[in-house]
Nanobody, 116 residues
Framework: QVQLVESGGGLVQAGGSLKLSCVAS????????MGWYRQAPGKQRELVAT???????NYADSVKDRFTVSRDNTKNTVTLQMNSLKPEDTAVYYC??????????WGQGTQVTVSS
């Protein structure tokens, strides 16, 4: 199994920046893709960004050109750099790890609040 520990999050002003990080431990050799999802109040959890073990990325249209996901396999971490934040980015952000042959694992979530 895999354990995910998230850090970052908090309250920022609109237009500001924030960086989230997630550290994976356990069966890290079995991890395929990692990514970030978010869930706003009254909404379903949605994809923010994913990154494969080879570095291929995928972004939600709402965050393209503002957010950047990166991965450091030597540290088993995935980072989400968020720039030009908007109030609609307010949500609980969850780290996810997809494993070969196993269900995905989730972090505990971290709150991001963007004030206007």
């Amino acid at each position: 199994q895999v354990q995910l520990v998230e850090s970052g999050g908090g309250l920022v002003q609109a237009g500001g920046s924030l960086k989230l990080s997630c550290v994976a431990s356990g069966r890290i050799f079995s991890i395929d893709a990692m990514g970030w999802y978010r869930q706003a109040p009254g909404k379903q959890r949605e994809l923010v960004a994913t990154i494969s073990n080879g570095g291929s990325t995928n972004y939600a249209d709402s965050v393209k050109d503002r957010f950047t996901v990166s991965r450091d396999n030597t540290k088993n971490t995935v980072t989400l750099q968020m720039n030009s934040l908007k109030p609609e980015d307010t949500a609980v952000y969850y780290c996810n790890a997809a494993l070969y042959g196993f269900p995905s694992y989730w972090g505990q979530g971290t709150q991001v609040t963007v004030s206007s």
